[in-house]
């Protein structure tokens, strides 16, 4: 009886088991591919021109440095079950709970802006529907399935995802096909690359300071940490991802946004409007707008879906440590941390009828409470990144087999790109006040962290 009860209690306080490789490999396709590149890829052609492509590969590749160090701490500490647990690894409880809670609320106020964005889509097909009705059936349709289990939500993330990547393909392969005069005009479009005003129309500088924008739309590779701890070979399955996955879906963003401006002029596009669909139009694809329209609540529907998910795990990991309240990390009989996603579903519906009443004042809260924080949040990962292997080196453990490349210059230059796209976001007047507002969330975090440490000294020594 002892035995089973033990066995009770360790099954009510344990995640699942329960993806598979092909759900691991769509979850990391859909935490990268998002509205970002569908939609907010426009801002930074506007931006940029056709040098975009130069800011494109410079962003992607800072998220595969940091993809790597994150692959190399997955592979060396395989007991880690969580993204923002390599921090308390390298840098101590302090870490660990600042950047678990930072992350889960960057993520919680995700929820109710990509459940808004959902909403407006839908709202255009069903106008006898108010923006309230339809942001709480989507939210109540991913609580369900963030409900029944890790696989359910696997499932969706891995149909959503190959929405996304067949569209990108398709893409792909008809702008291509355009842009070299094999279809539409019979005429090669490359001329556009530097038709108006040039390569690099506005010189430079814009090339380097557009990396904060389009950082912002890369992020999400991270959630393959998260994901995998509930698969039957985590560190194997980080190493696959990070080693194969990641630099084919920036390969996906670079060779898109090339295509972009060069079958049609940068200086036609408008910023917060999808560059795809404006080059579909260009190339006579009927339906534009609904393919679009399509595409985009696909991307929206999968961002949403794995914000309950990746909100539920980080709490249920903070809990564990005892950094969250305790009665948080109970598992269902499908072993989901209920409680945890129905705090994801409450945040949510907060921020909905928060912006039914106030749009703007909500729109703009949401984009700068989240700001800067993803860039705080990986700078603390790679520093760790760079203590836990030199604290490996000096005990001289062996090689776990997956290395970052060129340690630890590699290492130093990723900090110091970051610390750059956050100096770059001071000295824009469009984006410093989201840096303030993430630079008060850290420091907010600190300090509960300082409290908590205070009250369990107090509970130690009575």
């Known amino acids: ?152 939500y696997g499932e969706f993330e891995f149909w959503f995802s190959l929405v996304k990547v067949i569209a990108i393909v398709a893409f792909i392969v008809g702008a291509g096909a355009y842009a070299f005069g094999l279809t539409g005009p019979k005429v090669a479009t490359f001329a556009n690359l530097t038709a108006h005003g040039g390569f690099m129309p506005f010189g430079p500088v814009p090339i380097l300071a557009t990396v904060t924008t389009v950082f912002f739309s890369m992020m999400g590779a991270e959630i393959v940490t998260i994901a995998a701890a509930e698969s039957p070979e985590p560190a194997r399955a980080v190493a696959r991802m990070v080693s194969t996955v990641v630099w084919r879906i920036v390969g996906f963003y670079i060779v898109s946004v090339f295509l972009i401006v060069t079958v049609i002029p940068w200086n036609t596009i408008k910023p917060g409007f999808s560059p795809f669909a404006a080059t579909l139009d260009a190339m006579h694809v009927p339906l534009t707008s609904l393919i679009m329209q399509v595409i985009i609540l696909t991307a929206v529907l999968s961002c949403l879906n794995s914000s309950y998910y990746i909100c539920s795990r980080v709490l249920f990991v903070l809990a564990g ?48 409470a989240s700001g800067a924080l993803i860039v705080f949040i990986y700078i603390a990962i790679a520093v760790s990144q760079i203590r836990t292997r030199r604290q490996r080196e000096r005990s001289g453990v062996a090689d776990a087999g997956l290395r970052m490349w060129f340690f630890p210059w590699a290492s130093y230059l990723a900090i110091g790109a970051m610390i750059a796209v956050l100096i770059a976001m001071g000295a824009s007047p469009a984006l410093r006040s989201q840096l303030w507002a993430s630079v008060l969330s850290v420091a907010v975090a600190l300090l509960a962290y300082l409290v908590l440490r205070q009250r369990r000294r107090k509970q130690t020594a009575g």
């Open 1 to 152: 009886m002892n035995s089973d009860v033990a066995t009770a209690s360790a099954d009510s306080h344990s995640l699942s088991r329960s993806l598979r490789p092909r759900h691991i490999t769509m979850i990391t396709i859909g935490g990268i591919i998002g509205a970002g590149l569908f939609v907010f890829s426009s801002n930074a052609i506007a931006a940029v021109g056709p040098a975009v492509v130069i800011t494109y590969a410079l962003t992607g590749t800072l998220v595969l440095l940091v993809m790597r160090m994150l692959g190399e701490m997955a592979v060396a500490m395989p007991e880690v079950r969580s993204f923002t647990e390599f921090a308390r690894a390298g840098l101590g409880d302090w870490a660990g709970f600042s950047i678990g809670w930072l992350y889960w609320f960057f993520w919680a106020i995700v929820i109710p802006a990509e459940a808004i964005a959902g909403a407006l889509i839908i709202q255009q097909w069903l106008p006898q529907f108010s923006m309230l009705q339809i942001g709480t059936v989507l939210m109540a349709v991913m609580t369900g399935v963030n409900l029944m289990s890790a696989r359910a």
């Open 321 to 368: 440590r005892g950094d969250a309240p305790r009665w948080l990390v109970t598992t269902n009989a499908r072993h989901v941390p209920a409680r945890s996603v129905l705090l994801g579903t409450l945040a949510g519906f907060a921020g909905i009828v928060a912006h039914v009443y106030s749009p703007e004042l909500v729109y703009k809260f949401l984009v700068n």
